[in-house]
């Protein structure tokens, strides 16, 4: 035999032994894959629904210090202190005089109002005068002012805005604050 045919069949011989390897190392890995399976489905002990459990401790971690405990206390709130009887009086004047301000351009109110200043000379300007000052006292004063307001109490305008007035429930509380029960609002409610 020549060299030629002696290297011809080593090239096949190596062939051979390198396909034989290829199956061999096939039949492991399938081998070894059925055994896991087998593992998985038999109960084995390092498995949990078939997830495979790590029996190693875990890693020590850092832990930070402990913090200090800071009570935090509630929010508390103070009602204000009660008002004075000079803050009451106040308060009450300021009411009447912006709820009688939002008719003051009525012209039934103006007119009102022009009439009670010329009866007066001056000295009660318009219905708030008439519901924060002492109205006995200036009934007594000027005793005209109880004809205008009758006369006027008769004018169906008039009287729809006196009643307006008169029916709101925090005017008649500070008229009550200021003069008690005044014949005025006495008169409006028989009416």
């Known amino acids: 035999m020549s060299k030629v045919s002696y290297c011809l069949i080593a090239l096949i011989m190596?062939?051979?032994?390198?396909?034989?390897?290829?199956?061999?190392?096939?039949?492991?890995?399938?081998?070894?894959?059925?055994?896991e399976i087998a593992s998985q489905n038999d109960g084995n002990p390092f498995t949990f629904q078939q997830v495979p459990v790590s029996l190693a401790a875990p890693e020590v971690e850092w832990v930070q210090d402990p913090v200090q405990y800071k009570r935090t206390y509630p929010?508390?709130?103070?009602?204000?202190?009660?008002?004075?009887?000079?803050?009451?009086?106040?308060?009450?004047?300021?009411?009447?005089?912006?709820?009688v301000e939002d008719f003051k351009n009525d012209p039934a109110m103006v007119e009102f109002n022009e009439e009670l200043q010329a009866a007066s000379n001056g000295e009660v300007k318009d219905l708030v005068d008439l519901s924060t000052q002492n109205l006995q006292q200036i009934l007594q004063q000027n005793p005209e002012i109880s004809h205008i307001v009758e006369k006027h109490a008769k004018d169906v305008d008039f009287a729809k805005v006196l009643k307006e007035i008169f029916e709101n429930p925090q005017f008649q509380q500070s008229v009550k604050e200021l003069q008690g029960e005044s014949p005025l609002m006495q008169k409006q409610a028989a009416q």
């Not at 390198?18 to 070894?32: D, I, N, P």
């Not at 508390?76 to 300021?94: C, G, R, V």
């Open 75 to 99: 929010e508390i709130y103070f009602e204000d202190a009660p008002l004075t009887p000079e803050q009451q009086a106040q308060q009450a004047q300021e009411t009447i005089s912006s709820i």
């Open 14 to 35: 190596t062939a051979l032994l390198f396909m034989g390897a290829v199956r061999v190392h096939e039949w492991y890995t399938q081998r070894q894959e059925e055994q």
